[in-house]
C-alpha cells in the first residue's frame, strides 16, 4: 500500500510518546525589538547565556602548555617491543619453513623408495651405466655418436 502524497513521512511518529528528561530545560526568553518584513511584524527572541559559561580567549596557544612529543621511556618500550616481535616473527617463519622442508624431504623419499634416483624436479634423462674403464659420456654426446656410428654403418 503506497501512503499518500498528503501525509508526511513522520505521520507515524506523531504517535510516539515523548518523555522528558528532568535535566533538560529551556532557558528563559526576552521579548527584543521587533521588526517588519513583508507586512508581518516578527517578534524577535534573545536567549541570555548564563553568566557561568566560559567564552573561549581570542588565542588558544596559553592552553598548549604540553609539547606532545613522546617520551624517552615510551620510545625505548616501543623499540625493545618492535624487536622482540621482529625475533618472534623470524622464529615463526623459520620453525614454519623446516617444516615444509621436513614435509618435502618426506614426499622425496617416498618417490625414491619407488622409483630409486628419481627426482621431480629434474628432467629424468637415461645415463648408460659404466662398462669396464668406459667413461660415462653425456647424453648428447652419446646421441652423436650413435648416429655417426650408424652413419659409417650404412
Known amino acids: 500500500m503506497m501512503p499518500d502524497q498528503t501525509e508526511s513521512q513522520y505521520a507515524a511518529a506523531a504517535q510516539v510518546p515523548l518523555i522528558k528528561s528532568p535535566g533538560l530545560r529551556v532557558p528563559p526568553l526576552v521579548r527584543g525589538t521587533s521588526s517588519e518584513s513583508l507586512s508581518t511584524t516578527l517578534t524577535c527572541l534573545q536567549v541570555h547565556l548564563p553568566p557561568d559559561i ?7 596557544t596559553p592552553y598548549f602548555v604540553y609539547p606532545f612529543t613522546l617520551e624517552p621511556h615510551i620510545l625505548s618500550v616501543e623499540s625493545s617491543r618492535r624487536t622482540t616481535l621482529a625475533a618472534h616473527t623470524a622464529r615463526r617463519e ?8 621436513e614435509r618435502e624431504w618426506r614426499r622425496k623419499e617416498a618417490l625414491r623408495r619407488v622409483a630409486p634416483g628419481f ?21 648428447m654426446d652419446q646421441l652423436v655418436d650413435q648416429l655417426a656410428r650408424m652413419e659409417n654403418g650404412s
Request: aromatic share 2%.
Open 119 to 139: 627426482d621431480p624436479a629434474a628432467m629424468l634423462v637415461p645415463v648408460r651405466a659404466e662398462v669396464q674403464g668406459e667413461v660415462k659420456l653425456d647424453v
Open 94 to 101: 623459520a620453525y614454519l619453513r623446516a617444516i615444509e622442508d
Open 54 to 60: 566560559h567564552p573561549l580567549p581570542e588565542s588558544v
